[in-house]
């Protein structure tokens, strides 16, 4: 644990991170953006695994495997989202939420 | 010493996520996310857990803002600006993500964590037998479940960004 640093500190930082992701991802307009959006959402939760995991119970480590899979899950959802968005952006020549409305045709 | 280690590197985050999501050029918002990644990697070595830091530092600052980079160039003028939200929309949204983070706060500093004091470092091997092991507590079937999902990205992945090309070739035969 940090020398000095209660839990509270650092579940202060994460729900501040966390709901700045939520309001990026609801005031965008943007495909990548909310997609960044949410990994500021994904990233906050992981520290708070870590943390919890850390303070709390340091015998064991369910933590930091949780945000290993965290990270993992993020990572393929990036590849796939972006995937889609050159895709997307082939066929309609746009990234924003609001041209977006068509699933194929 | 790591107080203000700490301090410092909460301020940079958080300056870099609101930067992030308010930024009207999208290059900018990728590299402020880039700081907040690397932010999120250095507590994870204030907390030693370094292994975690550095898959963190690879897997996110390395791998996922150089693929957000790259469909950002394919996809945009690097001096474009972004369509921003109506004013109203921005100061409702911003009203209840505050409500909504007073409440989490609440529960937070309401809520009474039994903190155990330890200065455990955690061994790379810790990590890899917890990962593999078939005993209570293992964690063997989440991870070869992880593996069929990246897998499967990544020929999803692959799949998509071809686009039409594959469904040609498929009429052709």
Redesign the interface.
């Known amino acids: 644990m940090i020398a000095g640093i209660s839990i509270y500190e650092i579940f202060t930082l994460t729900s501040i991170l966390f709901f700045i992701g939520i309001y990026g991802f609801i005031t965008r307009k943007n495909l990548i953006s909310i997609l960044i959006s949410l990994e500021l959402i994904l990233n906050a939760s992981a520290i708070n695994f870590v943390v919890i995991n850390k303070y709390l119970y340091p015998d064991v480590l369910q933590g930091v495997f949780f945000s290993i899979f965290i990270i993992a899950v993020a990572a393929a959802e990036t590849a796939l989202a972006v995937a889609i968005i050159i895709n997307l952006y082939r066929q309609i020549s746009s990234v924003e939420v609001k041209d977006t409305e068509i699933m194929k045709y | ?3 203000i280690v ?1 301090y410092i590197l ?1 301020l940079i ?2 300056v870099s ?2 930067a ?3 930024s009207r050029k ?1 290059l900018r ?2 590299i402020y ?1 880039l700081f ?2 690397i932010g ?1 990697a250095g ?2 070595f ?4 370094n ?2 830091a550095a ?2 530092l690879t ?2 600052a390395g ?2 803002i150089v ?2 980079i ?3 160039l ?2 945009h003028h690097i001096e474009m600006e ?4 109506q004013l109203s ?2 100061i409702l ?2 009203i209840s ?2 409500i ?2 007073g409440l ?2 609440f529960i ?2 309401t809520n009474d ?8 470092t ?1 061994s790379v091997e ?2 890899g037998r ?2 593999l092991s078939y005993d209570s ?1 293992g ?1 063997i079937l ?1 991870f070869e479940v ?1 593996s069929i ?2 897998l499967a ?2 020929i ?3 799949i ?2 071809k ?2 090309k594959l469904t040609k070739n498929d009429d052709t035969l």
Request: hydrophobic share 60%; net charge neutral.
């Open positions: 010493m790591e107080k700490f909460a985050m958080i996520a609101i992030s999501v308010s999208m918002s990728v996310l907040v990644l999120v507590i994870y204030l907390i030693d857990y292994f975690l898959v963190q897997v996110y791998g996922i693929l957000v790259f469909s950002v394919l996809v972004l369509e921003m939200a929309k921005k949204t911003g993500c505050l909504g983070l989490f706060l937070i500093y964590f039994k903190v155990v004091e330890n200065s455990k955690t810790a990590i917890g990962l507590g964690f989440p992880i999902l990246l990205a990544m999803g992945a692959i998509i960004g686009g039409d």
